[in-house]
């Protein structure tokens, strides 16, 4: 029984509550601080609420020329009437992806209803929806993809609509609405091309039943919503960030195919010279190969569990590192809903799933067609998770259409809803909780605060900001804001090269780019009434500070009571000593070389001790206590395990010490390329000086073993892994 119109009405308006209030709470702290994208955005914003205009000049852009990119139009204007109501332009920057992810709930709801869902299983999948990791944070977030999501999902609405009702404004509805989703985000371009195709496939019948001259009448309404996104195009304003991150672009190409090419060579004809590529080598290793395995590994990496379920995106603005996008329900139903797909006798929702269906396989082959991400890019991916999300609906109506009795219809429902409940408390602790400390660096947290502060020095004739950290440019220009009387705004700010400064200035006073201290010695009189502004790792560096006004460090460092860790690697008697323990002092030194650019963001002290065996770690302790600590012990952590029979051994610390440190490095270490043990305690190395019970110290020992080149002369570099290191 279908739900009244006003009962679908009350509906909505509940979904859209709900949904805005969890999308809106703490979502000024919730991610933790606006991102550079998300500065750049708001400034636009302002600059356009003032000049009517980009900050080049360019009045009422289709798009918004940047610093280093054109921008997609319509989430900026999303913020510039937004701000017209909220004074507060974070705030203003964020809430309309709430609003749009919101109103995308009702629009889902309402496609599934028009897919001849039942009501309850709609509402269900609503909720699914609502609580979607996914969703949940790009509703947080003043990125454009909340506002590309919910057009697509509107025109996919009004088009099922016109299926309906066979009412000739809903095709032209749903074309409109498909037209907006690339000036929301630019790779909805490629997808709505793909989508569109599907339409055009699955409802071939019911489409080409409008006579010729409506069919041309739609063709020319098509043509004209999507001209301006076509005349962009050709002004190479909306295809100008792809032009320079797909895999057609990588500049090395030539040369990863010589190397290729050689290694064949190299393996049958040693020390050769002038050796003739052979034809099995150019037919495997060319342009076309590389870039083809280019695409087919990221499209099917977009599909992996450990993206989708378990980490996400390794780019902590786009994913959490402890949660993926779904649940492990959303797994279970999703199956569920594809199995009711494939054995549906219903033809209209046949068609609806296969459509659903072929969005979610094809939604990945824009990330698949970029090379600048290590992993699989969220925020190209996202139109999977509605797609997947329509299955997870169909899961549960399944379910409850194989219920037969209303007490087990219940049990379901109400067992749905606890573990989704569940599952959502859970990922939103880790969300509130660990994420805003985990992912503090990618938000770039702090630097709004310094900015603010620096701004209120009104003794200094210049401020010189300090680019080390982050370009700070954009911060700067939306928290002051900088807005001059006359414009374009482009033309205030200038590039500088100067023997101690290098980057861009603004009306000679404020300097963003990279201070060369090296240098500034010699002006260090007529700079004595200049602020500089530098995170604390650049600070420590300066060797003439008290010449300079330096009164603000973005520190990012939290003062807690964290345990510090202690990593120790040491040197050995024996020579050549590669593996014992040249490989252990390298990996401590690359490790604490890495470290060091993120010390500002450390919420704990991290030790790295470099000493002679046992002597050095003894000497150490004679002048240092260490109280709240663990410890790693990094000896013969290099090995070539297949060279050398050794396996890593993790030696535990003792049980009168109790510490779950090596069963975490454990877990962390399983894989299955490399042979790992899990040992009882034992000593042979440095670790355990710090499990003396005068110290008590959780320490841990990283030793590969046996080793048949073990103090030998034969313990040379070859017997080292690179693998190895990288594993460890």
Not at 657 to 668: D, G, H, K, M
Request: glycine fraction near 4%.
């Amino acid at each position: 029984m279908k739900p009244s119109q006003k009962k679908i009405i009350t509906i909505s308006i509940i979904i859209f509550l709900i949904s805005f209030f969890s999308k809106t709470y703490l979502i000024n702290k919730l991610p933790p601080s606006l991102f550079s994208d998300e500065a750049d955005a708001s400034y636009q914003a302002i600059v356009f609420n003032n000049y009517q205009s980009d900050y080049y000049g360019n009045k009422f852009p289709i798009h918004f020329h940047s610093f280093s990119d054109w921008r997609t139009p319509l989430y900026i204007y999303s913020i510039s009437i937004t701000s017209l109501f909220v004074n507060n332009i974070e705030l203003a920057t964020r809430i309309p992806s709430a609003f749009f992810m919101s109103l995308s709930a009702i629009v889902f709801f309402l496609i599934l209803l028009r897919a001849n869902l039942r009501t309850r299983s709609s509402l269900l999948a609503t909720l699914a929806f609502t609580l979607n990791p996914w969703l949940f944070h790009y509703g947080r977030t003043g990125f454009e993809v909340s506002g590309m999501i919910l057009v697509v999902l509107v025109a996919i609405l009004f088009f099922l609509n016109y299926l309906t009702y066979n009412k000739k404004l809903f095709i032209y509805l749903s074309v409109f609405f498909f037209s907006l989703a690339p000036l929301f985000y630019s790779t909805a371009k490629l997808s709505i091309l793909f989508i569109g195709i599907a339409l055009l496939l699955i409802w071939r019948k019911e489409i080409f039943k409008l006579n010729i001259k409506n069919i041309l009448f739609l063709s020319l309404f098509t043509l004209l919503c999507f001209s301006p996104l076509v005349i962009e195009t050709l002004r190479n304003r909306a295809g100008f960030r792809f032009s320079y991150i797909s895999i057609f672009s990588e500049p090395n190409l030539s040369k990863q195919v010589d190397q290729l090419r050689y290694q064949d060579i190299y393996t049958k004809h040693l020390n050769e010279i002038g050796v003739e590529t052979s034809l099995e080598s150019k037919i495997y290793h060319n342009k076309v190969t590389l870039v083809a395995n280019k695409f087919i590994t990221n499209y099917i990496s977009s599909f992996s569990t450990e993206f989708l379920i378990l980490k996400g995106d390794s780019n902590l603005r786009h994913g959490f590192s402890t949660h993926g996008y779904f649940f492990l329900i959303d797994v279970l139903l999703f199956f569920t809903g594809l199995f009711y797909f494939l054995k549906s006798k219903n033809s209209q929702l046949k068609k609806t799933s296969l459509f659903f269906f072929t969005i979610f396989l094809t939604a990945p082959i824009p990330f698949a067609l970029t090379r600048d991400s290590l992993s699989p890019h969220a925020t190209r991916l996202i139109l999977m998770a509605p797609s997947a999300l329509f299955f997870i609906a169909l899961g549960i109506n399944h379910l409850l259409q194989s219920s037969k009795k209303i007490l087990s219809t219940n049990i379901i429902i109400a067992t749905t809803l606890v573990i989704y409940t569940l599952s959502f408390h859970n990922f939103f602790h880790q969300y509130r909780y660990q994420y805003p400390q985990i992912s503090a660096m990618d938000w770039h947290t702090g630097i709004k605060e310094v900015v603010l502060e620096s701004l209120k020095d009104e003794t200094s004739d210049k401020i010189f900001y300090s680019s080390k950290y982050e370009p700070m440019l954009p911060f700067f220009l939306v928290y002051k804001p900088y807005l001059p009387e006359d414009t374009p705004i482009s033309k205030h700010i200038q590039h500088t090269d100067m023997s101690y400064f290098v980057g861009s200035d603004i009306d000679n006073q404020y300097f963003f780019g990279e201070i060369k201290w090296s240098q500034i010695d010699q002006y260090s009189k007529e700079l004595f009434n200049s602020l500089f502004v530098i995170p604390k790792s650049e600070y420590i560096t300066i060797p003439n500070k008290e010449s300079f006004k330096i009164e603000k460090e973005i520190n990012q460092g939290k003062d807690t009571d964290q345990p510090a860790i202690i990593l120790t690697a040491h040197l050995c008697h024996p020579k050549p000593g590669a593996n014992d323990n040249a490989s252990g002092s390298a990996l401590l030194a690359e490790i604490m070389r890495v470290l060091e650019k993120f010390q500002d963001h450390l919420n704990r002290k991290i030790i790295g001790l470099w000493v002679a065996e046992m002597y050095g770690t003894a000497a150490y302790l004679t002048t240092e206590f260490p109280k709240n600590a663990y410890v790693i012990n990094l000896d013969m952590v290099g090995e070539d395990q297949f060279k050398t029979g050794s396996t890593l051994k993790l030696t535990a610390s003792p049980w009168a010490i109790p510490s779950f440190l090596a069963e975490l490095l454990y877990v962390n270490l399983e894989y299955p390329a490399f042979r790992l043990s899990f040992e009882r305690y034992s000593g042979g190395s440095d670790h355990y000086m710090f499990s003396d019970p005068s110290l008590g110290i959780p320490a841990v020992s990283l030793t590969n073993w046996p080793d048949r080149y073990y103090h030998s002369s034969d313990d040379t570099v070859d017997k080292c892994s690179k693998d190895t290191l990288d594993w460890i």
